[in-house]
Nanobody
Framework: QVQLVESGGGLVQPGGSLRLSCAASGFTLDYYAIGWFRQAPGKEREGVSC????????YYVDSVKGRFTISRDNAQNTVYLQMTSLKPEDTAVYYC????????????????WGRGTQVTVSS
């Protein structure tokens, strides 16, 4: 099956950490940029982070810079999002998605999406 599966979400207290995984099956991630997006209730989906295929350049939305780290493990065909110093405003469903080679802010250019994993930051 060709799919992306997010995992690692859950409930965490403010200041805590979570590590999200985006595992690909049925295809290789070698030629794709992988973006992480999130959507909170009542809000539009926003791009959070992205790692490119060509040179592994990384990008982050300003609100998560210094707190989140995106990485790729080619052997595992998986991309990770390490989230630290989590805040209540980080609460959302987090999605990963693929795009050919390079990252983009335009989410409609991402072709394949996972179904999301819930992250809840609350005391």
């Amino acid at each position: 099956q060709v799919q992306l599966v997010e995992s690692g979400g859950g409930l965490v207290q403010p200041g805590g950490s979570l590590r999200l995984s985006c595992a690909a099956s049925g295809f290789t991630l070698d030629y794709y940029a992988i973006g992480w997006f999130r959507q909170a209730p009542g809000k539009e989906r926003e791009g959070v982070s992205c790692i490119s295929s060509s040179d592994s350049s990384t990008y982050y939305v300003d609100s998560v810079k210094g707190r989140f780290t995106i990485s790729r493990d080619n052997a595992q065909n998986t991309v990770y999002l390490q989230m630290t110093s989590l805040k209540p405003e980080d609460t959302a469903v987090y999605y990963c998605a693929t795009r050919a080679w390079r990252c983009s802010d335009y989410e409609k250019t991402y072709d394949r999406w996972g179904r999301g994993t819930q992250v809840t930051v609350s005391s």
